[in-house]
Every structure is written in C-alpha cells, then in structure tokens.
C-alpha cells in the first residue's frame, strides 16, 4: 500500500531538514576528515595552521587534542588556537599502549567539562579520537563491546579498533 503523496512530500521535507547541515557543521566540513558524531561534538584529522580561522567560524569553544607535541614539529598548536580565542587541551594518545583505563578517565573528565560547548576533538586520522570514545562507552557508560565499537566506529575508529576489542575482552576475563 502506498503512502499519499502529499505525507510523502512532509516526509521528505522533514528528512532534509533534520539532515540538513548547520551553519557551524558547514565551516567545519572543511577539515580534514571531519565528521559530526554528537551534539556539540566535531572529530577532524590534523589541524594545520590555515584551520584555525575555520574554528572561529565554526564557533568552536574547545579543542582537545590527542596528537602527540613530536606530530607537528611546524605547529604550536595550543599557542595557536588559544590566539584565536578558544580553549584548548592536551591528551596526547600515541596509539595503542596509551589506551589506558587512566587516560580514558582523563578524556571523560575533558569531555564532561566541555559540556554542552561545541569541542572539536581530534588526533591525525580521527582514529584514537574513536578508540578513546569506543572504551570510554565501555569502562565508564556500561555499554557492550559491541555497542562501544559501533559508537568509536561514528567517532572514527578504524586501525585500533582490534586493540580496542582486545582491551574489552581482557577486562571482560578479568
């Protein structure tokens, strides 16, 4: 059985508008592999020195950083994001030996404290940006392996992701 037209057309309206892009989420596109997981929430690839003004338009409040201080050699990133205005933190996760019920801890806190301010929270790739999200949905929220995984995987979990499963799994046996 077919729906009206006219429900179909309200539908569709309604789709578009709830998928429709907002004025921040269009500056911030713009990064590199950036992606909208959360309300008040924006993952991005590197930040290069030309992505600050970017932020300023996107109406970022914080940024939290994941890189390394070795990542970017070129670029003071904290000096140059706290220039612009915004806030900014530093977490460095080199890969998988820093995924630590300790720094998950320390993510929730920086995450917490942002509240409800837009926070762009990044590393090179978005990957250990989704590996800190899938263990911290686990270690802090209960949520299953499964569900964890899922929601790094909306964050940018990629390569890490069997070393989050496996840190799931030994805490699971243990």
């Given at each position: 059985?077919?729906?009206?037209?006219?429900?179909?057309?309200?539908?569709?309206?309604?789709?578009?508008?709830?998928?429709?892009?907002?004025?921040?989420?269009?500056?911030?596109?713009?990064?590199?592999?950036?992606?909208?997981?959360?309300?008040?929430?924006?993952?991005?690839?590197?930040?290069?020195?030309?992505?600050?003004?970017?932020?300023?338009?996107?109406?970022?409040?914080?940024?939290?950083?994941?890189?390394?201080?070795?990542e970017?050699?070129?670029?003071?990133?904290?000096?140059?994001?706290?220039?612009?205005?915004?806030?900014?933190?530093?977490?460095?996760?080199?890969?998988?030996?820093?995924?630590?019920r300790?720094?998950?801890?320390?993510?929730?806190?920086?995450?917490?404290?942002?509240?409800?301010?837009?926070?762009?929270?990044?590393?090179?790739?978005?990957?250990?940006?989704?590996?800190?999200?899938?263990?911290?949905?686990?270690?802090?929220?209960?949520?299953?392996?499964?569900?964890?995984?899922?929601?790094?995987?909306?964050?940018?979990?990629k390569?890490?992701?069997?070393e989050?499963?496996?840190?799931?799994?030994q805490?699971?046996?243990?």
């Amino acid at each position: 059985m077919s729906r009206p037209r006219w429900l179909s057309n309200l539908l569709a309206v309604f789709t578009g508008a709830a998928a429709a892009a907002t004025p921040a989420q269009k500056a911030l596109e713009h990064l590199p592999d950036a992606r909208f997981p959360a309300v008040h929430r924006v993952v991005s690839g590197c930040l290069l020195a030309r992505d600050i003004p970017l932020l300023t338009r996107g109406q970022v409040c914080e940024v939290i950083n994941l890189r390394q201080a070795g990542e970017t050699p070129d670029f003071v990133e904290g000096a140059a994001v706290a220039a612009a205005g915004i806030a900014y933190c530093h977490l460095p996760i080199g890969g998988a030996a820093d995924l630590t019920r300790a720094n998950v801890e320390k993510f929730d806190q920086l995450l917490r404290a942002a509240g409800d301010q837009l926070t762009l929270v990044h590393c090179a790739s978005g990957n250990r940006v989704g590996a800190m999200v899938a263990l911290r949905a686990a270690w802090i929220e209960g949520k299953s392996t499964s569900e964890a995984i899922a929601e790094g995987q909306r964050w940018g979990l990629k390569g890490l992701a069997p070393e989050v499963r496996a840190r799931l799994k030994q805490d699971a046996e243990a």
